[in-house]
């Protein structure tokens, strides 16, 4: 948490609230349907669950790079606003 209050960002809070929607949104409602859906553990079982892991494993890397920038840089409130002006 002071992490968020220390950083640079000018909104830090909505920079965290946005960067987790954001990633559990992906994860859940995209990515993971997919693998659900099309790479069962039944039919598939080598790919499947190693489909699961890499994906877990890619969405905790997506994490750590979003709090990284967050933190690190100007945050994404910042960004969606110079991209959404320029």
């Not at 069962?40 to 669950?49: D, E, N, Q, S, W």
């Amino acid at each position: 948490a002071a992490a968020f209050v220390t950083s640079g960002t000018t909104y830090p809070i909505l920079d965290g609230i946005v960067g987790l929607v954001l990633i559990a949104h992906s994860h859940i409602g995209a990515f993971d349907q997919c693998v659900v859906d099309y790479l069962r553990p039944r039919k598939f079982p080598i790919i499947g669950p190693a489909s699961s892991w890499t994906l877990r494993a890619a969405t905790l890397a997506a994490t750590v790079g979003i709090f990284q920038f967050n933190t690190n840089d100007i945050g994404l409130t910042e960004l969606i606003a110079k991209v959404w002006t320029a």
